[in-house]
């Protein structure tokens, strides 16, 4: 089972991460050519910056899925090494456990501010904000799904990841 959500969590990363790094080009290429409007032809578009922004908002949600998913989160383990391994691995399950319902709720909570947000439509861009608050729930939902598989895998007692680190293969 744990070797099936692996293979889940590691696709789901990928997606996660394919999504964001062409949203971070997207960004990068929109704010270049809005300065290169703006300064070098003396105008400027009025989309670019919100379309930036919102962009911006998904870039972050799925970039902290990847976290979680790597198991990257600040943390303060300078007392750790105190912890017999097998107790710490039940602590870290059950504040991974806690994690996740704090999660589930943002979950909850961000899909309930999408549906209200499918009222409003972006200005210059004339997109529903359902789809811009809708990176709540969904960067939420990835972080709860990849905390759970965590939590799995320090209740089994496995600490190893099933594949190369997604973050860590860019260095």
Known sequence: MLKTLDRIADALGFVASTVARLLLVFVAAILFMQ???????????PWPEEAARYSMIWVVMLAGSL?????????????????PARLMSLRNAIFRVLLAVLLGVMVWKGYENAQFGARRSAVT???????????????AGLMMFHMLVLALRDLLGRTEQSGPSILKSEI
């Open 125 to 139: 861009l004339g997109v529903s904000f359902y789809w811009v608050y809708l990176a709540i729930p969904v960067g």
């Open 35 to 45: 300065v290169v409007l703006r300064y070098g032809f003396g105008f400027s578009l």
């Open 67 to 83: 976290l979680v998913k790597d198991d990257q989160l600040v943390r303060v383990d300078f007392f750790d090494h105190y912890w």
